[in-house]
């Protein structure tokens, strides 16, 4: 069965680096796009970064610049480093296999993993 996994998360002050990953199983990782997307309290969940088998990257205009998505096709692993944290940051982080799509709309994703809690605060 499909599962993938976040870890590395945490609470860091404002200006602080955090590096999360992402593992997955269950399917062919090498074939398709990961997302990165997080949800803070009262808000709808937002893409974050993606990363396409082709190894492309994306990213959300908020975090340009900051943060860097890679993939490690041998250890079916993608990661995410956040730096120059900021509050606005705070958030869960997911990470989402691509189903049909790999834009930014969480619905063109199918498996999700259970989140990691990112705090930026001093």
């Known amino acids: 069965q499909v599962q993938l996994v976040e870890s590395g998360g945490g609470l860091v002050q404002p200006g602080g680096s955090l590096r999360l990953s992402c593992a997955a199983s269950g399917f062919t990782f090498d074939y398709y796009a990961i997302g990165w997307f997080r949800q803070a309290p009262g808000k709808e969940r937002e893409g974050v970064s993606l990363?396409?088998?082709?190894?492309?990257?994306f990213y959300a205009d908020s975090v340009k610049g900051r943060f860097t998505i890679s993939r490690d096709n041998a250890k079916n692993t993608v990661y995410l480093q956040m730096n120059s944290l900021k509050p606005g940051d705070t958030a869960i982080y997911y990470c989402a296999k691509a189903g049909d799509g790999a834009g930014w709309d969480p619905a063109e994703y199918d498996f999700w993993g259970q989140g990691t809690q990112v705090t930026i605060s001093s």
């Open positions: 990363i396409y088998s082709s190894g492309s990257t």
